[in-house]
Nanobody
Framework: QVQLVESGGGLVQAGGSLRLSCVVS????????MGWFRQAPGKEREFVSA????????YYAASVKGRFTISRDNAKNTVYLQMNSLKPEDTAVYYC??????????????WGQGTQVTVSS
């Protein structure tokens, strides 16, 4: 069973930064493409970013491109999401997911429990 555990969420003022981490329990983590999604209250879960298993190719939603950076450290079984220039509209529960780089949540096989990010204006 693959387990994903996110951390790093919190409350930050607009313009601030946070770095989310997602640790994967599976030793074959390095073979998994990974993604980040988010879900705001009353809204559907939406794609944020994804990264191939080598880390050589990354994908971003238009709303976060240029502000967020996804990366991974396969030696630590960890994927990161560096979030800069945060806006109130970035407020959501952020989830990491394993198994794809597609923008559709159903393409992913495993999910973390989520971490709350709140950006105050």
């Amino acid at each position: 069973q693959v387990q994903l555990v996110e951390s790093g969420g919190g409350l930050v003022q607009a313009g601030g930064s946070l770095r989310l981490s997602c640790v994967v329990s599976q030793r074959t983590f390095s073979s998994y493409p990974m993604g980040w999604f988010r879900q705001a209250p009353g809204k559907e879960r939406e794609f944020v970013s994804a990264i191939t298993w080598t880390g050589s190719i990354t994908y971003y939603a238009a709303s976060v491109k240029g502000r967020f950076t996804i990366s991974r450290d396969n030696a630590k079984n960890t994927v990161y999401l560096q979030m800069n220039s945060l806006k109130p509209e970035d407020t959501a529960v952020y989830y990491c997911a394993a198994g794809s780089v597609r923008r559709t949540s159903s393409e992913y096989d495993y999910w973390g429990q989520g971490t709350q990010v709140t950006v105050s204006s």
